[in-house]
Structure formats: C-alpha cells, structure tokens
C-alpha cells in the first residue's frame, strides 16, 4: 500500500512553524519583537507588528531553518507504516526552499523516500491539480492501494 500524506497541519501543526519564524525574526532584530508578533492573529499581522519592512521578515519567515519536531503520534506512525512495508510519500504546498527546511527539520527523509516527496512549486502546479499525486502513482505502479492523509478538504 502506498499513503501519502499532507505536511503543514497534518504530520505537525503548522502554527509552530510560524512560532520559529517568529523567534528567527526576533533573535535578528531584536528580542522585544516577539511578544507581539506572537499576540497577533496572522502572519501579516506579526509582521506589520514589527516595523521593519516586510521583505525583510518576508524572508527570514520563508528562509529560516525551523525549529520544529513531528509530535510523537506522527513520528509513532510514520515508524510503524514504514516497518510494516508500506510506502511513504508527500504532497505540499509552498515554496521549495520553505518546505525542505521543514521536511528536513521532521527528519522525514527517514520515512519518505526523496522521489515520492512532492512541493507544488518543484512539480509547477497546485496540490489541487493533481499532477504530484499522478506523478507518485506512476513512480509507485504495483504497491497497491494509493491512500492520501491530509488535513484541509478544499486543498487535499
């Protein structure tokens, strides 16, 4: 069997990406910025929070190397799919650069082999268009059933 999972708010909450990117932004120009970027409802919010120009956190948000970890329900059954011969894949949304750090940060290479990792921006088009998950249904012909796990009906 073949399942592929979503990353942001399904192998880990995605909030806590943000909450590292925050720390980034702080740790660089200053730490009195953080409590209210953490205080606000939104990205855009947190930003303007600062007052620095936004292309400068813009990038550190979408550059850094994130602290996070896959909480351990995650990391518990990734492990046991994997050691029970299923084959692992994923499927994103974002930014190349963005989303590597992230999937290097879970330490998901130790599960998902490379070639069935899928970011919209690497494949050239939305998770929504389908062609990440024909591309890993061709890469994995003879597995058997394919199953997608995500988290957002509109997207996954």
């Given amino acids: 069997m073949v399942i592929v999972f979503d990353l942001d708010d399904t192998l880990y909450p995605e909030m806590e990406f943000v909450r590292s990117a925050y720390r980034t932004i702080a740790r660089q120009y200053g730490r009195g910025l953080l409590p209210a970027m953490l205080a606000a409802a939104d990205p855009r919010e947190a930003f303007d929070s600062t007052g ?40 994103t949304d974002g930014r190349s650069v963005t989303q590597r750090h992230k999937i290097e940060a879970l330490g998901l290479a130790r599960f998902i082999s490379p070639d069935l990792i899928m970011i919209s921006e690497e494949v050239g088009e939305e998770k929504v268009s389908g062609r990440a998950f024909r591309s890993i249904m061709n890469r994995t012909e003879g597995r058997g059933a394919y199953v997608y796990v995500g988290d957002n009906p509109a997207k996954d």
């Fill in 52 to 91: 620095l120009p936004v292309s400068d956190v813009i990038g550190l948000y979408r550059n850094h190397n994130p602290d996070i970890r896959l909480p351990w329900m995650s990391l518990y059954v990734l492990s046991c799919l994997a050691r029970t011969g299923h084959t692992l894949g994923l499927v």
